[in-house]
């Protein structure tokens, strides 16, 4: 019986003690939890209260203020105390409880959330906009939110005073486009007409693609009357130019005004009897109208140009270029008439020589081209290059014997097909130049 007893002793004394070390177990368990919980409080005081924006600690629940930092109260203009007993739902237009509480909801799914469009009510009643940036973090043992809230008012007003500058900028813009679209119309207007022109060449084209809204490039039409040498016989002298400016856009656009009304100049003017006299006095008077002094090499304005006199009765034609050739085709051979390797008016070198003139006798069905550079220049197709003239003469010849309303059409397909390639960064070739090309078969 002792014995057993004994037992039942030794036995509770055991479990007392194991029932002890388990309890102790806890407690320090408990001890190590709420350590770390303090732990975490302070760390998130400092982080607080160092804090250049305002920063708030927000119940998940209930939107309760836990903790704020100094920057939150001065924002808000409350004290610490007065900010740490109200809520989120406090600090915001009542309208918008709704919207706030939906917001609490995203940053909780979402782990985070960014947020301009909820302002705060200041302790004197005034909307304070502010920009947020809330995140899900453990306060305290429990799941809360930290709001970092930035004052955006000087940002805003910044914004308001770039859209002010923007739509000044914008109205100044429009009224420069509306004024540059007008002068296309101006431009239009001193451009011969395809009626003027089918008077005399039934079958012609005129590909013009200005670069911009108006163009450095431009073409030319008359006629004059003119008497054979030694007897009082008239007949009529068709003369047609193809002219590339100076730049493109509005300073080409100046420069082609000046230059149509030089070559109108020189129909009154008796001593320009040849193409190559026309573009000698352009050389000479593009000098004068814009006063370039001798010694001023930083003026480079002027012009390169085909120009081409076609007499239809005796079936020649007298041709003289700055730079530009002419190119006729005939029985499917494509002859080039070279221009001289200057242009007019750009060099202020008086001793310039004169340019020459060309003759050559023409045949029915002939097929006479006058061309700026814009076409063989734009870049495009597979690789990024130049479509390049000896591609752009393979193309007039496969193409010369249809009639020259049908080659216009082709021929603009087929460089805008070039432009369509994509780029190798992406997106599309944009036109390098102002295009002009004029066909007419005699």
Wanted: proline letters at 4%; a negative charge; one cysteine or more.
């Amino acid at each position: 019986m002792l014995y057993i007893l004994s037992v039942i002793f030794i036995s509770a004394l055991l479990i007392a003690m194991l029932l002890g070390l388990y309890a102790n177990g806890k407690w320090k368990q408990k001890a190590a939890l709420l350590e770390k919980i303090e732990k975490e409080k302070i760390n998130y005081e400092s982080i607080i209260e160092q804090a250049n924006d305002a920063m708030m600690v927000i119940d998940i629940v209930d939107g309760k203020v836990h903790q704020c930092n100094p920057s939150a109260c001065q924002l808000l203009g409350y004290s610490k105390a007065e900010l740490e007993n109200k809520s989120l739902f406090d600090l915001q237009p009542k309208e918008l409880v709704e919207k706030s509480s939906r917001m609490v909801a995203d940053v909780w799914e979402q782990k985070g959330l960014i947020y301009s469009d909820i302002p705060f009510v200041t302790a004197s009643g005034m909307l304070m906009p502010v920009e947020c940036s809330a995140k899900v973090a453990p306060f305290a043992g429990r799941p809360a939110i930290v709001i970092y809230a930035r004052d955006i008012r000087e940002r805003l007003k910044l914004e308001e005073e770039i859209r002010e500058q923007q739509a000044v900028i914008k109205e100044k813009n429009k009224d420069i486009t509306d004024s540059i679209n007008y002068a296309r119309r101006i431009q239009a207007a001193l451009l011969p007409s395809d009626a003027e022109i089918e008077r005399y060449l039934s079958d012609h084209f005129i590909l013009y693609k200005p670069k911009d809204i108006v163009s450095g490039d431009f073409y030319w039409f008359s006629s004059v009357s003119t008497t054979v040498p030694d007897a009082p016989v008239q007949h009529k002298m068709l003369l047609i130019a193809a002219v590339d400016c100076t730049g493109h856009g509005v300073p080409g656009a100046f420069m082609s005004l000046v230059g149509s009304t030089l070559l109108n100049q020189t129909i009154t003017d008796v001593n320009v009897n040849h193409p190559s006299d026309a573009l000698n006095y352009l050389n000479r008077e593009l000098r004068k109208t814009l006063r370039r002094q001798m010694n001023d090499s930083s003026i480079r304005d002027g012009m390169d140009m085909t120009l081409c006199a076609i007499d239809l009765q005796n079936m020649k034609l007298e041709f003289a270029g700055a730079n530009n050739p002419v190119f006729i085709i005939r029985n499917k051979e494509l002859i080039e008439l070279k221009g001289d390797k200057q242009p007019i008016g750009s060099d202020s070198d008086e001793t310039k020589k004169p340019f020459s003139n060309q003759l050559f006798d023409l045949q029915r069905g002939d097929c006479i081209y006058l061309f700026t550079d814009g076409y063989a220049d734009q870049f495009g197709g597979p690789k990024g290059k130049k479509f390049k003239y000896k591609q752009f003469q393979e193309y007039l010849l496969a193409n010369h014997a249809r009639p020259m309303k049908e080659q216009k059409i082709i021929l603009d397909n087929c460089i805008e097909e070039w432009k369509a390639f994509p780029k190798t960064g992406g997106g599309m070739h944009e036109q390098v130049d102002d295009i002009l090309l004029i066909g007419l078969r005699v």
